[in-house]
């Protein structure tokens, strides 16, 4: 059975950094996509970062691009969001979520697990 944990969230002020793990265990898709997804209060989930198991490649949302960065270990067992230069619009529960293929799509269908979240919040 495929889990995902979250950890590393957390409050910080506006201009602090912030490292989300996400720790995979179970069998699993060896080149699978591995996202962080964020859910603000009131608002609907939406898409932070991916990186493709196929080729490392990655994607982030033009509202963090620039501040966040994902990576993986080299065993693709644990994923990371190194979140900078935070401001009080990333406040959301972040999700990590693993798909069942190395496409990394943006929708939340695309993808079949996910972690139970970790809350992250940014005060100015």
């Known amino acids: 059975q495929v889990q995902l944990v979250e950890s590393g969230g957390g409050s910080v002020q506006a201009g602090g950094a912030l490292r989300l793990s996400c720790a995979v265990s179970?069998?699993?898709?060896?080149?699978?996509?591995m996202a962080w997804f964020r859910q603000p209060p009131g608002k609907e989930r939406e898409g932070v970062a991916t990186i493709s198991g196929l080729d490392g490649s990655t994607w982030t949302a033009d509202s963090v691009k620039g501040r966040f960065t994902i990576s993986q270990d080299n065993y693709k067992i644990t994923v990371y969001l190194q979140m900078n230069s935070l401001k009080p619009e990333d406040t959301a529960m972040y999700y990590c979520?693993?798909?069942?293929?190395?496409?990394?799509?943006?929708?939340?269908?695309?993808?079949?697990?996910w972690g139970q979240g970790t809350q992250v919040t940014v005060s100015s």
């Open positions: 979520a693993a798909a069942n293929s190395y496409y990394c799509g943006g929708r939340i269908d695309e993808y079949n697990y």
């Open positions: 179970g069998y699993i898709y060896s080149r699978r996509c």
